[in-house]
């Protein structure tokens, strides 16, 4: 359990109309206890909940080692209205290091913030991801008392599956270049033990939209932790996240030549490859920065008897694809990159001036799973690169940012990093 330390919080003050001073805070907590109530409990005491009142807007994330209904109930219970929750792969991570020993960790993010506005709602996917999402979305808004107005940012949790149909609904809503940053919700081992919830209840199959209008700037960053190969080809048959052909032959054959054996071709049956191929995932580029390709990810999750693979991620016919390879070094070193790319995304004003409030940390689950052992050195990065400030680290299934400023994509193995000026 991790030891209990005081608040970590950031206060920037206003000066507005009249004299009136308004000021935004954010502080976060974590927790490892045995039961639900006791860890919503501690990660409260630990946001100093007691001396400030109930936030805002909360994000609660946890491992499914603690049953859902039990966190939700402990959670609507402790926090205000906009409670945003998703569960995350072993725990979580914050500027107190990572929490994830025997796959239980909790942690939140909490804001209080008068001069802004913040609204959550959840909806079951159910038929038609697209519909349940722009109703979540709608739904947002109004508890925000901002309908019709686009956030700043959208905090998104979603069960894995659907992401990309997720993603259009919240543009149907908000437009197409609307920032919208989050993970798909964990389990521990890929059972579909995920979960999500906001302050109604709990649900697994749903999404949560959680809109942000902060009285300050937000700053946000979107990489991956890979490099590209030179073995590359394009994609002559595919369905969604079903890769069956690249170049005309059968695509785990090709990956498995490209990988050079690292990753196998099934001799019988369908065989389970994530965690081989999480150094090998495939990449399609989609833009560059200054000259230099960048290259969405999407993670082979199972070798196919019929020769396909299946992916995390949906890619279509005609793009090229590059094998991509990645490395320890590579993926402990570039959260801290990121965090330090989206702090730099805040005006002068903010990064220099006045400094940085508090972040969210998205960090794909294969990533952290790849270099377990040596998570406290990537929590270490993210807090080097932010300084003394208050961020919440989450390890998903998949992960939606906005690369390049050309709107917001569903990747895997990918690392974002929203901090708030």
């Known amino acids: 359990m991790p030891k209990p330390a005081m608040p970590m919080q950031s206060r920037d003050v206003y000066p507005h109309c009249g004299g009136v001073e308004i000021e935004m805070q954010i502080a ?29 807007f909360t994000a609660l994330h946890f491992s499914v080692a603690w049953p ?23 725990g979580v991570m914050t500027e107190r290091g990572p929490a994830i020993e025997n796959g239980r960790g909790m942690g939140g993010l909490a804001i209080w913030d008068p001069d802004g506005a ?29 309908p019709g107005e686009a956030p700043d940012l959208v905090w998104l949790t979603v069960a894995p599956g659907h992401e990309e149909s997720v993603l259009d609904g919240i543009k149907d809503v908000l437009g197409g270049h609307a920032q919208i940053v989050g993970g798909s919700s964990a389990d521990n081992d890929i059972a579909g033990g995920w979960a999500q919830f906001d302050r109604a209840g709990p649900h697994t ?35 969604g996240r079903i890769l069956h052909e690249i170049d005309g032959a059968p695509a785990v054959d090709v990956y498995a030549r490209w990988t050079g ?3 196998h071709a099934p001799s ?43 992916l995390f991620a949906d890619v279509a016919e005609g793009e090229e694809i590059w094998l991509m390879r990645g490395a320890p070094d590579q993926l402990v070193a570039r959260a801290g990159g990121v965090a ?13 001036g006045l400094g940085h409030r508090g972040a969210l940390v998205v960090y794909c689950a294969g990533c952290m799973l790849a270099v377990r052992d040596r998570m406290d050195e990537v929590a270490r990065g993210v807090t080097h ?37």
């Open 68 to 90: 859902a209904g039990q966190v939700q109930t402990a959670a609507a219970a402790a926090f205000g209205a906009a409670l945003h929750g998703g569960s995350s792969c072993l």
């Open 28 to 56: 976060t907590g974590m927790s490892s206890a045995p039961c639900a109530t006791a860890a919503v409990q501690e990660v409260a005491a630990q946001m100093g909940l007691a001396a400030r009142g109930r936030p805002d």
């Open 261 to 263: 054996g690292a990753v």
């Open 118 to 146: 913040y609204g959550t709602s959840m909806q079951p996917l159910g038929d038609s991801p697209r519909d349940a999402a722009r109703r979540a979305t709608e739904a947002a808004l109004h508890a925000a008392d901002r």
């Open 385 to 421: 690169a932010l300084g003394p400030t208050p961020f919440l680290g989450v390890f998903t299934f998949g992960e939606q940012g906005a690369p390049l400023r050309q709107g917001t994509r569903h990747g895997n193995l990918m690392i974002s990093c929203s901090t708030f000026g």
């Open 205 to 239: 199959a749903a999404v949560v939209v959680s809109v942000l209008f902060p009285s300050g700037p937000v700053g946000s960053a979107y990489q991956s932790g890979h490099a590209p190969s030179t073995q590359r080809g394009r994609i002559t048959r595919a369905a």
């Open 268 to 310: 019988l049956g369908p065989a389970d490859i994530l965690a081989a191929s999480t150094f090998y995932p495939l990449g399609r580029e989609i833009g560059d920065v200054a000259g230099v390709p960048f290259h969405l990810l999407a993670h082979p999750a199972r070798a196919q008897a019929d020769g396909s693979l299946l």
């Open 340 to 352: 330090r790319e989206s702090r730099l995304e805040l005006p002068q004003r903010a990064s220099g």
